[in-house]
Structure formats: C-alpha cells, structure tokens
C-alpha cells in the first residue's frame, strides 16, 4: 500500500509526502544516518560508504539501518512504495556493477546522490538483485519517488531490465499498477470538479443540488491504489495553495487524510490490518523530516541542522505514542 505526493508553496518550498501503509509492525522512527555510513550489501557482502548525512523513517534491522523515506543535506529526497506484481529483479549480481538489494536502493540513493541529475547520470550502474529485506524475510517490490531542490519530480519503476528514470508530472504515487496506468486513469475522472454543479432543467422540472459538494460526485472512495491515486492527484490539485513550509507540511496531512487507512477498515489474506503506520514529509529546501505516529495526531520534526550534521553515528529519535490532548478548562 502507500500513497506519495509531491507539493509546492508559494514561496517556493518543495515537499514530499507519504503515508506508510503495511500490515507488519514496522517499528519506523525519525532516523540519522551520517556521513561517511559505512553498511554492507545482502548482495555479495559488498561494502558501501555514504557521502552524504540524511534523516528518514526507518529502524535498525538486524546490524544495519534501514528507511523508507528520507531526505539529504544536498535537498534530495526520496520515498519507496509497494508495486507487487510488476517489478522484475535479477536473480545475481552483475560484475562491475552496483549490486543492491531493493530495500537497500534508497539507502545507497541518500548517501550518494546531491540531484536527480546526478543520479541520472549513475542509474546504468545499479542492478538491483532479489534478496529477501530483514525481519520481513521477503523480496520487497518497490518503487520510488524521488524530488530535489529543483522542483523535478520523477519515479524508478523496476520493471525492465534496465531501470528508467521517469518524470511525475502528477505528482502522486501509489501501488500497482503501473504509474502509466495511474495517469491514463485520470481521464476517466474529468467530471470530478470542486465547483457546485448547476441547476438544470428536465421537462417542466427544475433540479437543483442537495446542497454543498455536487462537483465531487463520482470521486472514488475505496483504498484500492486506483482510488487512493485518484483522490491524492484531486485534492493535490485543488487544495488552496500554501505560503510557506509550515503550510505546506499541513497541506500534505489535510491531502494524505484521505486516503489514510485507520486499523480495520482493510484486512489481507492472513487476517492482519494493513493501515497507516505513520505520515513522513519531507522539505527539499529546510532538510527537515516532520512524522506523525498512527498512535497520535502530534507531528514531529528533525533537521540536518549542522549539529546534527557533526555525529558520526546513527540516530534514532523516540516519540511519544500517546496522544497530546490540551485542556482548555
């Protein structure tokens, strides 16, 4: 599951947003990873050395730290989804190239790249090879959405045997199918508009709306990735445009809301509740990470500030799993 999106303020503020939908606990924190991490490959046991520091979701599993999301201190920001069913991985590692698990990719992407340029320009490099991710004990099928300082918004579907760095200009993502399917799917929803509908007229009959909202009619409902697709680049496109980050991070929670999942209301094969385990945001410009806990509404926030930026270890940072509740009286 997940939904992605990608937005913009006024003055010129970047964000990517995400929510994490899984059924298996993931345990996901505000995590530091510095420069100069040092982290071993499932692929071969190769070592790789990161350049760059940056702050994501994500946890230790085993001797390494891993993360879903995160963003830089060069402002490239990034954010991994399910596609099951589409992705295409090769069996064994390649000579010569960047050999790397899936859920190591994003790992390698934040230690090593400033820009989407930059990584253009070392995507022929990677072979992406089927291991199995920890604790999970699975190939994990992903995909990627990835933003910088420049405004670009593309994703990486693994789909091919060689991996193709395609420009968003939705600036959604979510699950299968694949994202050209998602933006041709659109066309089905050129009905849906935040506008009230008009009154018109049958024989001698006058119709006129219920009340407040007729524009949206039509506008799915369900978590299907379709659906949630659809939703997220509708009230992405709508929503009154922010002035600034602290705007822009509310923005991004009041367009996620719809397509949260709360626990329940979508249960997989095995009887487990796949739902929103929390919302990250990232800020290209300010290199700060914001999380919200599913156990609470409170959001969190960490910076690559330069403090941060001098420890050379690993950081997870606690939160509270309770919810704030102020009283006025």
Same mark, same amino acid.
């Given at each position: 599951?997940?939904?992605?999106?990608?937005?913009?303020?006024?003055?010129?503020?970047? &964000?990517? *947003?995400?929510?994490?939908?899984?059924?298996?606990? &993931?345990?996901?924190?505000?995590?530091?990873?510095?420069?100069?991490?040092?982290?071993?490959?499932?692929?071969?046991?190769?070592?790789?050395?990161?350049?760059?520091?940056?702050?994501?979701?994500?946890?230790?599993?085993?001797?390494?730290?891993?993360?879903?999301?995160?963003?830089?201190?060069?402002?490239? !920001?990034? !954010?991994?989804?399910?596609?099951?069913?589409?992705? *295409?991985?090769?069996?064994?590692? %390649?000579?010569?190239?960047?050999?790397?698990?899936?859920?190591?990719?994003?790992?390698?992407?934040?230690?090593?790249?400033?820009?989407? !340029?930059?990584?253009?320009?070392?995507?022929?490099?990677?072979?992406?090879?089927? %291991?199995?991710?920890?604790?999970?004990?699975?190939?994990?099928?992903?995909?990627?959405? #990835?933003?910088?300082?420049?405004?670009?918004?593309?994703?990486?579907?693994?789909?091919?045997? %060689?991996?193709?760095?395609?420009?968003?200009?939705?600036?959604?993502?979510?699950?299968?199918?694949?994202?050209?399917?998602?933006?041709?799917?659109?066309?089905?929803? &050129?009905?849906?508009?935040?506008?009230?509908? %008009?009154?018109?007229?049958? $024989?001698?009959? #006058?119709?006129?709306?219920?009340?407040?909202?007729?524009?949206?009619?039509?506008?799915?409902?369900?978590?299907?990735?379709?659906?949630?697709?659809?939703?997220?680049? =509708? =009230?992405?496109?709508?929503?009154?445009?922010?002035?600034?980050?602290?705007?822009?991070?509310?923005?991004?929670?009041?367009?996620?809301?719809?397509?949260?999942?709360?626990? $329940?209301?979508?249960?997989?094969?095995?009887?487990?509740?796949?739902?929103?385990?929390?919302?990250?945001?990232?800020?290209?410009?300010?290199?700060?990470?914001?999380?919200?806990?599913?156990?609470?509404?409170?959001?969190?926030?960490?910076?690559?500030? !330069?403090?941060?930026?001098?420890?050379?270890?690993?950081?997870?940072?606690?939160?509270?799993?309770?919810?704030?509740?102020?009283?006025?009286?």
């Amino acid at each position: 599951m997940c939904t992605s999106i990608h937005l913009k303020t006024k003055d010129q503020r970047h &964000l990517l *947003s995400r929510t994490m939908d899984f059924a298996f606990p &993931l345990e996901a924190r505000p995590t530091f990873l510095p420069r100069n991490y040092q982290w071993k490959s499932s692929v071969k046991s190769h070592d790789y050395k990161n350049q760059y520091g940056f702050v994501g979701a994500g946890r230790l599993l085993g001797t390494s730290y891993f993360v879903a999301d995160g963003v830089n201190e060069k402002g490239l !920001a990034a !954010a991994e989804l399910y596609l099951p069913g589409e992705v *295409s991985y090769r069996k064994n590692a %390649k000579e010569g190239a960047l050999n790397l698990a899936p859920h190591e990719f994003i790992i390698w992407l934040l230690g090593t790249c400033a820009t989407i !340029a930059e990584l253009e320009e070392k995507i022929d490099k990677i072979h992406l090879v089927g %291991k199995e991710a920890p604790v999970l004990n699975t190939v994990t099928p992903l995909h990627w959405i #990835i933003t910088d300082l420049t405004g670009r918004c593309v994703i990486i579907e693994p789909t091919e045997i %060689k991996l193709v760095i395609k420009e968003n200009p939705v600036g959604v993502l979510t699950n299968t199918p694949y994202f050209e399917w998602h933006v041709d799917n659109l066309r089905n929803y &050129l009905h849906v508009q935040p506008e009230q509908y %008009k009154v018109k007229q049958f $024989g001698d009959y #006058i119709a006129r709306p219920f009340s407040q909202g007729t524009g949206t009619l039509g506008l799915p409902g369900g978590y299907t990735p379709p659906e949630r697709f659809i939703r997220a680049a =509708f =009230f992405r496109q709508h929503i009154e445009e922010a002035n600034n980050e602290a705007e822009g991070v509310m923005n991004a929670y009041h367009v996620l809301a719809t397509v949260r999942i709360p626990k $329940g209301i979508v249960i997989d094969q095995d009887g487990h509740s796949d739902y929103s385990q929390y919302v990250g945001t990232m800020c290209n410009e300010s290199q700060t990470y914001y999380f919200t806990d599913y156990s609470n509404a409170h959001i969190t926030k960490v910076s690559l500030n !330069a403090e941060l930026l001098a420890n050379s270890e690993p950081k997870t940072f606690n939160i509270e799993k309770i919810e704030a509740i102020t009283a006025l009286n």
